[in-house]
């Protein structure tokens, strides 16, 4: 809850606020969760406030300065933000839906998460923004000026003016924005952000291959890892979108999010069955998230097999005593138990290509 001391003084008016701010720079204003709706707050000091949850719908906040802010999930839409600051601002998972950021300084502010759909970002200043898993649908970039800003899990394809944005710098582009963009990014915005020539040109091929076949992800115990990684490395190689966590796993990032995120964005998770991995926490929190992905695919009326699988000895079948294991079995489980013959494991691997293949679906 805010604070009510500060959310009285806010109340009397941007000028006394700013007053405030100016007399008690070590204060830090908590209006967690403060109702602030269609409020006109033009101008104001908001720098390391607490704006948690806080609901700013319809707010006219032009000029105003968020830097330092804690505005994680914070509900922006419709708010004018022109001109404003945002310097190392936390913004994310908000909701800036149709948000207008003209002209706005970003630098250093995370949006990872956030709806930014159908917002207006012309003229924006990003350096080390972080949008990593923004939803960027219909969202305008016009003659924006960007550098070394994260751009990773993103889909762009309906993103506007990315022909026009001005680099101060490159960018991180992610293979996964590659993958979800279907290819369908401006070369010159590749090119000014640094992605490789020799990449660009092979783009186009590289896409359409990956396009045959659902992305996967591969779950799976740390005894059974040298299946999976060959599994890993044969589906990458036959152009299936794939995550191991071993091989995909950034540096410093939390596991559990991670894993949960790539679980998201990959449509089908293979899970390898025997009975190291079945009683692992890891590998049986995956059959879970796999499970309840299929849940809410199916309440949304969209496809939702993503659960596949495979199996390298009989415990699935036999010896697994689980609540979840009529879920799995009620599956065609794949046979790879004799995956270290390369005949046999090459029949089980292209029953399994069969299996993930779009066309298959169509």
Not at 67 to 86: C, G, I, K, P, T
Request: some cysteine; glycine content about 4%; aromatic content about 10%.
């Amino acid at each position: 809850m805010a604070n009510p001391e500060h959310l009285m003084i806010l109340n009397q008016g941007v000028n006394v606020w700013n007053n405030w701010r100016e007399k008690n720079p070590n204060i830090y204003p908590d209006l967690h969760g403060a109702d602030l709706i269609s409020k006109n707050l033009e101008n104001i000091n908001f720098s390391k406030t607490i704006l948690v949850n806080a609901q700013l719908n319809h707010a006219n906040l032009a000029h105003s300065d968020f830097s330092d802010a804690n505005m994680v999930s914070v509900v922006l839409r419709d708010v004018n933000l022109d001109n404003a600051y945002l310097l190392n601002a936390r913004v994310a998972e908000a909701h800036l839906e149709r948000i207008s950021l003209k002209n706005a300084v970003l630098m250093g502010a995370g949006f990872r998460g956030t709806n930014l759909t159908d917002a207006n970002l012309t003229d924006a200043k990003f350096w080390l923004t972080n949008l990593a898993q923004a939803k960027l649908f219909n969202t305008d970039f016009t003659n924006a000026t960007m550098g070394y800003s994260f751009l990773e899990f993103l889909d762009l394809r309906s993103v506007k003016g990315l022909e026009t944005v001005i680099f101060t710098g490159p960018l991180s582009i992610g293979v996964e924005t590659l993958y979800l963009s279907k290819g369908q990014i401006p070369t010159s915005f590749l090119r000014n952000a640094g992605v490789p020539e020799n990449l660009i040109d092979y783009l186009p091929s590289l896409i359409t291959s990956a396009l045959e076949f659902y992305g996967c992800f591969i779950s799976v115990s740390e005894a059974d890892y040298i299946f999976a990684e060959k599994l890993w490395s044969d589906l990458k190689q036959t152009g299936v979108p794939c995550y191991l966590w071993k091989e995909d796993m950034r540096m410093g990032h939390d596991m559990y999010k991670s894993i949960d995120r790539a679980i998201n964005m990959y449509e089908k998770v293979i899970v390898v069955c025997s009975e190291n991995s079945l009683n692992s926490p890891a590998v049986l929190r995956e059959i879970e998230r796999a499970l309840q992905k299929e849940d809410e695919l199916m309440l949304q009326g969209k496809p939702y097999e993503v659960l596949f699988p495979i199996r390298l000895d009989d415990y699935v079948l036999s010896n697994w005593n689980h609540h979840r294991k009529a879920d799995v079995i009620k599956k065609y489980v794949g046979d790879f138990c004799y995956w270290q013959d390369k005949i046999q494991y090459q029949k089980a691997f292209e029953k399994l290509l069969k299996a993930i293949n779009k066309r298959q679906d169509e």
